[in-house]
């Protein structure tokens, strides 16, 4: 037993180990050419070769023909159950807002649907698609019980597209479905709003000449269209959840 003391620290038996120190002689082992062997690739300074590499033919990645293929123009939407979304209010997960009295009501938008977990990852927007279990009739059988409290406030969504059956499902229970355009930053001002400066979140831009159909059309209840723009003033305000400097008028789209 060795008293511990300052000068009696040392590490444990076998915890370092010794450099091994080559081309010191052939009685070591690795002596003379410090187990390199004779000439060669290998041999030398910096001979190794890359992972792959077969001696100059080709290599095994290179014979194989190549498969599938990936768009890198692609710009589709992450996609989403209507079913899944009353699930989450069911469960408490997703909480409709409640307006004040007197107040107008307020848009779920792609971020609430992120924060409650409706959605993961959402790369260049949200398509909202109808479910199995849900019809426009408001019949819904859900997997799971369903109370009815879950459906006594409408939801009123605000997503990047929507299909027929999802749009019919959300307007059955008194709900509104507003499709609005997301480029890249204004996606990204959206659900990371904490990366931008306050008070200084970019403005959103208008879709492009080959989209600009989609959101004019009331069918697909794009924010562009006439009806949707007034149906959305009455209810909100507001065309989108955008929110504006104060002082700055609602510019009609």
Do not use: W
């Not at 060795?2 to 450099?19: D, F, H, R, Y």
């Not at 909480?95 to 609430?112: H, N, S």
Request: glycine share 12%; net charge positive; charged share 25%.
């Amino acid at each position: 037993h060795v008293p511990l003391k300052l000068n009696t620290l040392v590490p444990n038996p076998g915890a370092v180990s010794q450099k091994r120190r080559v081309g010191r002689g052939i009685g070591s082992g690795r002596g003379k050419t410090s187990k390199r062997g004779n000439k060669g690739t290998r041999a030398r300074q910096g001979g190794s070769v890359p992972l792959g590499f077969e001696g100059g033919q080709t290599p095994l990645h290179r014979r194989l023909p190549k498969r599938g293929f990936k768009n890198g123009a692609d710009t589709s939407f992450d996609i989403v159950s209507i079913d899944k979304v009353f699930e989450y209010v069911a469960m408490g997960r997703l909480r409709v807002p409640v307006p004040e009295p007197g107040a107008p009501p307020r848009m779920l938008t792609m971020k609430d649907l992120q924060d409650a977990g409706v959605i993961g990852r959402i790369k260049f927007g949200l398509k909202l698609v109808g479910g199995r279990r849900q019809t426009a009739d408001g019949d819904a059988p859900m997997a799971r019980a369903v109370p009815e409290s879950a459906y006594a406030a409408p939801l009123h969504l605000e997503v990047s597209g929507a299909s027929a059956g999802a749009i019919a499902a959300v307007e059955a229970r008194g709900g509104t479905v507003t499709c609005a355009h997301f480029n890249r930053l204004a996606l990204r001002a959206l659900l990371k709003p904490h990366k931008f400066a306050p008070g200084l979140l970019p403005r959103r831009a208008r879709p492009p000449p080959r989209l600009m159909a989609r959101f004019l059309s009331g069918d697909k209840r794009g924010y562009l269209s006439p009806e949707v723009q007034l149906r959305n003033l009455r209810l909100f305000g507001r065309v989108t959840s955008e929110v504006r400097p104060e002082g700055e008028d609602e510019e009609q789209e």
